[in-house]
């Protein structure tokens, strides 16, 4: 599909964490994508000599659903972030879009490992919320989820309600009160155990570049073949 420029019309805005939050938009003209695929927002004003900007923002919701939701971290010094922070139902904003080949593949018989650290996870409730995924489900479901604090824990809800779905999240600086995981995602992959399906599995894995290479390097030496491992990197 080849990307359009198209009008946004702000719908929400919520906090979802401390530090991340939604906004969703409608679009003044049908926007197709694939789920997985992410937007690129424009920034008026914020370049160099008063040039727009644009921002990279992965899909959240489903292609089928009649509103856009972006997850966004806050950044400080991010022009992005910042933009769309401030944006509030009524207002209006440019956007171009789909761009990214991260989809989800159906692949039957096969099971489907979502990892992700903060943001990252995204383009996974995109592709899991989808027809396409709801109508062709994996045989079994994994969806990791690594963040620093159990207040950044992001849809929970969403995947712990999947049949045959296994949601983890693994948090590296838990406080005394969290009875889950203790650790980064990485630490949680490596701790699985033998009888996990390996070979039988697709992974999926959006985030942090570090995160993403142990994890590669760690499904190498499982004898997982390239072809079965999809990546997006995020860089904030």
Known sequence: MKPIEFQCHVKSFKKLTPTVFETAFETHQ??????????????PGAGPNGRDLRRAYSIASPPEAKEIELCVKIVEDGPGTQYLYRLRPGDHARAIAPYGSFVFED?????????????????FRS?????????????????????????EILYADTFGAMPRMKFVAAVSQAGPNWNGFRGRVTD??????????????EYYLCGHGGMINEVKALLLEKGVGKESVHQEIYYK
């Open 30 to 43: 049908p926007l197709p994508f694939d789920a997985g695929q992410f937007i690129s927002v424009v920034i």
């Open 127 to 151: 592709m899991a919320l989808s027809r396409k995924f709801q109508e062709n489900p994996p045989a079994l479901g994994y969806c990791l989820l690594g963040v620093r604090t159990e207040d």
């Open 188 to 201: 949680y992959l490596k701790g699985v155990g033998s009888d996990f399906p390996w070979l039988e599995t």
């Open 107 to 123: 692949k039957p018989g096969r099971n489907v490992c979502f990892v992700a650290t903060g943001t990252g996870i995204a383009p």
